[in-house]
């Protein structure tokens, strides 16, 4: 079955530090890839996506690009801020007919200033 | 617009009790996720709908536990009798065609 694995946290940074949450996943066929974003608190928010292999995604300074190769879909944002702080998932759906989606474990992000 | 709404944001109850929670999507969306969140077991799909139908409800723990959804607006999860071991983050989804899920923020729910 499809299934995503995350590099594992927690993962504490500086201010303006580098970013890479890894992730790879394993599916049949061409899933539609996705980082959710959870603040403490809240419901998981869609952080960015990318639907075909080399499809870059990209909002609010993190970025992520579908390696079909590799089945990677690396997080990474150049400079990280405090209000980054958050649990990261990555998941995929299924390019199937299902539209479940599977998620990773989730990494813990905590960015000091 | 309003995303997804979850009543309530927080339940404790008592084992054995029965215990309700809803959902509304977001208008005009026709898919509709329950998932539970734990530390153990990270993110779970419990089930899902499409057009008010349920899809695959393979996630739902057992017998104890069912969802409806009565109307493109409103859907409840329900746990009859609770149990500890129940004690999550229950998370209701909506997505329009089975595109990007939105995720409202959440029912706390304790059982003692």
């Known amino acids: 079955g499809d299934s995503v694995t995350q590099m594992e946290g927690p993962v504490t940074l500086s201010e303006e530090a580098f970013l890479t949450i890894n992730c790879t996943y394993t599916?049949?066929?061409?899933?539609?890839l996705f980082w959710y974003v959870q603040y403490p608190g809240e419901g998981l928010q869609l952080l960015l996506k990318a639907t075909k292999a080399d499809d870059k995604g990209s909002n609010k300074g993190f970025e992520a690009t579908y390696r079909k190769e590799t089945t990677s879909f690396h997080l990474e944002k150049g400079s990280v801020q405090v209000s980054d702080s958050a649990v990261y998932f990555c998941a995929l759906r299924d390019a199937g007919s299902a539209r479940q989606l599977t998620f990773g474990s989730g990494t813990q992000l905590t960015v000091l200033p | 617009d309003a995303g997804v709404i979850q009543s309530p944001r927080h339940e404790v109850t008592e084992m054995g009790q029965e215990v309700t929670l809803r959902c509304k999507p977001i208008?005009?969306?026709?898919?509709l996720f329950w998932y539970r969140q734990t530390m153990m077991r990270g993110l779970e799909l419990l089930i899902y709908f499409n057009n008010n139908v349920p899809i695959d409800d393979s996630g739902m723990p057992e017998d104890r536990f069912s969802a409806k959804m009565p109307n493109a607006s409103f859907s409840t999860l329900k746990i009859q009798p609770s149990e500890p071991r129940d004690s999550a983050v229950y998370f209701c989804?909506?997505?329009?065609?089975?595109?990007?899920?939105?995720f409202g923020p959440g029912t706390r729910l304790t059982v003692l």
């Open positions: 599916a049949t066929g061409y899933p539609s």
């Open positions: 989804a909506s997505s329009s065609r089975g595109d990007t899920q939105y």
């Open positions: 208008s005009g969306h026709d898919y």
